[in-house]
């Protein structure tokens, strides 16, 4: 069974920085996409960004020029780096891997991000 574990979430002013990080167990495929979805409070989940096996990224529109995303294969981890942050920024930050091979999704419990004025 693959576990997914996120980190990193906490409490930031405007304007600060913030690294998440992903790592997914019990997996003995190499990870196809990755990413970071979030939900805000009283929101619907939303896309942030993903990376796909050779690098290739994408990211929402709202965070584009402000978040990087990264990913240490031998590891299995993901990152998610995080500038300038917003108050709108403020959300939920779940990370979702897939399997290479059976190309099964899972999703972690996500960790929080709080962004104050």
């Known amino acids: 069974q693959v576990q997914v574990v996120e980190s990193g979430g906490a409490l930031v002013q405007t304007g600060e920085s913030l690294r998440l990080s992903c790592t997914a167990s019990?997996?003995?495929?190499?990870?196809?996409?990755v990413g970071w979805y979030r939900q805000p409070p009283g929101k619907k989940r939303e896309f942030v960004a993903a990376i796909s096996s050779s690098s290739g990224t994408r990211f929402a529109g709202s965070v584009k020029g402000r978040f990087t995303i990264s990913r240490d294969n031998a590891k299995k981890m993901v990152y998610l780096q995080m500038n300038s942050l917003e108050f709108e920024d403020t959300a939920l930050y779940l990370c979702?891997?897939?399997?290479?091979?059976?190309?099964?999704?899972?999703w972690g419990r996500g960790t929080q991000v709080i962004v104050v004025p």
């Open positions: 979702t891997v897939k399997e290479e091979v059976s190309g099964a999704t899972y």
């Open positions: 019990g997996s003995a495929s190499r990870l196809a996409e």
